[in-house]
């Protein structure tokens, strides 16, 4: 349980002192330890390495993709320097946060709060619950947001036009299906392979239109190199693209052979990178400025937006699942709904109350913040810049020291601290003061 995690990993542990060292290389023994791995909670450590990089491409690609180019027209051209550290830091955030994991030899804490409770104590542990929370329930709101919204303007002017509202919940009501059939992340690896082959087709529709939309265009299209104002929006925007962080705990636990973990994640943040650059940069060349998020608004071609708006709104509902699985997973543990301990059936019950209760929540955080664009800057600037830029760096270095890392190891944390703290402090500014303007307009 989380308070039970917190006593057992306090700050002062001698376990986890400051000067405490994790070997690599005990860490990737422990790891390859597949006896130990099929003991897991998450699924029965029979997941392979493409369930692995599924689920990492399909929670970390969709929505990022789309709001890119949008992030290049707020901070320009530099856009591209902030995506390729932001990748690497990414990538990078994801193999040590699986290595706090296995902290203390023999032993493997479950998720990210328990991490922040071995790091840091009841501190650790009460602003990880929160970002991890935030972006737990923001993240497929947001998704239910983009959902709906498309869905009513690809119904306009059909029998079935429904308002925005009524699109969302009935959205909600039919995820709840693959939410009570699936117990772990294992069985809904399939909608994870199908939500990033809409990804893809959406990026190729628009790396194909937008050039041609430019060249078409009798006006002149307006372009930044830099813009220094705009620059914590779009980090915002970025780091939401590359958020996923609380997730892979559960992705990682079920894998068959865990040290497969940091190849895994590696080639799904690779896999969205070359789909993020292939989007974001014919996306702001051809509309400079004026680019919309999502970048599917900006087409001119009707048919090009409605392929592009219908294989996104497949991805992002099929992405919610795994936000949803991944929530109730992590109750289950806390209140011990287990089979083994109340029977399958009653088991199960607690798992669709649970579940249901959660895309309850959703539905109705959906309804009431309808701004896609404000609200992802929100999300990403003041949740995943803490959960992939801030949180894993700083319990990386209090759980296995400081004095152990390299020069150059230390500096590109140092760097990442200073860009995570960037993001979040004024990108979490710029969206609030957006989303106050939404609501007061």
């Known amino acids: 349980m989380p308070i039970q995690e917190a006593e057992k990993y306090p700050s002062a542990s001698p376990s986890y002192a400051g000067s405490f060292k994790v070997e690599e290389t005990v860490i990737d023994d422990y790891m390859e330890d597949d006896n130990q791995s099929a003991t897991n909670e998450f699924g029965h450590g029979n997941g392979s390495f493409l369930t692995a990089y599924w689920n990492v491409t399909c929670v970390v690609a969709g929505t990022g993709t789309l709001g890119l180019p949008h992030a290049f027209a707020l901070g320009g051209w530099l856009g591209i320097l ?24 023999g032993h493997r804490l479950h998720d990210y709060k328990a991490i922040g409770s071995a790091a840091f104590g009841w501190p650790g542990y009460a602003v990880a619950s929160f970002l991890h929370w935030l972006n737990l329930f923001g993240c497929p709101a947001l998704y239910l947001v983009l959902a709906s919204g498309n869905l009513n303007y690809l119904l306009r002017d059909t029998s079935g036009a429904l308002d925005v509202k009524a699109w969302t919940c009935i959205i909600g009501a039919i995820l709840l299906i693959p939410s009570l059939v699936a117990k772990t992340l294992k069985e809904i690896t399939a909608l994870a392979a199908v939500g990033a082959l ?21 006006n002149p299209v307006t372009t ?60 702001y060349y051809a509309y400079g400025r004026g680019t919309k998020s999502p970048i599917y608004n900006s087409l001119n071609n009707e048919v090009a937006k409605m392929i592009a708006m219908i294989v996104m709104t ?11 699985t991944s929530f109730s997973l992590e109750f289950e543990k806390w209140t011990d709904f287990t089979d083994e301990r109340i029977g399958k059936f009653k088991a199960w019950v607690a798992r669709a109350i649970i579940r249901t209760c959660t895309m309850g929540v959703l539905v109705i955080l959906a309804i009431f913040i309808p701004f896609f664009d404000d609200f ?23 759980l296995t020291g400081i004095r152990s890392k390299p020069w150059y190891e230390l500096a590109f944390c140092a760097l990442t601290l200073f860009l995570g703290i960037i993001g979040c402090v004024f990108g979490t500014i710029d969206a609030i003061k957006s989303l106050i303007h939404d609501f007061t307009t």
């Open 198 to 218: 809409c990804t893809v087709i959406a990026v190729f529709i628009v790396l194909i239109e937008s050039p041609i939309e430019h060249s078409h265009n009798p």
């Open 314 to 324: 497949i991805h992002v509902i099929l992405a919610i699942p795994i936000y949803t």
């Open 82 to 105: 902030i995506m390729l550290l932001s990748y690497v830091m990414a990538m990078y955030s994801g193999v040590i946060l699986i290595r706090c994991l296995y902290a203390k030899p």
């Open 224 to 283: 930044d190199s830099v813009i220094w104002t705009g620059f914590p929006s779009a980090l915002a925007t970025i780091a939401f693209s590359y958020g996923g962080n609380n997730t892979y705990p559960h992705v990682e636990h079920a894998l068959k052979k865990p040290h497969q973990w940091k190849w895994a994640v590696m080639a799904g943040l690779s896999t969205c990178t070359c789909l993020y650059f292939l989007t974001a940069v014919p996306g």
């Open 376 to 398: 992802m800057g929100l999300i990403g600037a003041l949740s995943n810049c803490g959960l992939v830029f801030l949180l894993p760096i700083l319990c990386y270095l209090k």
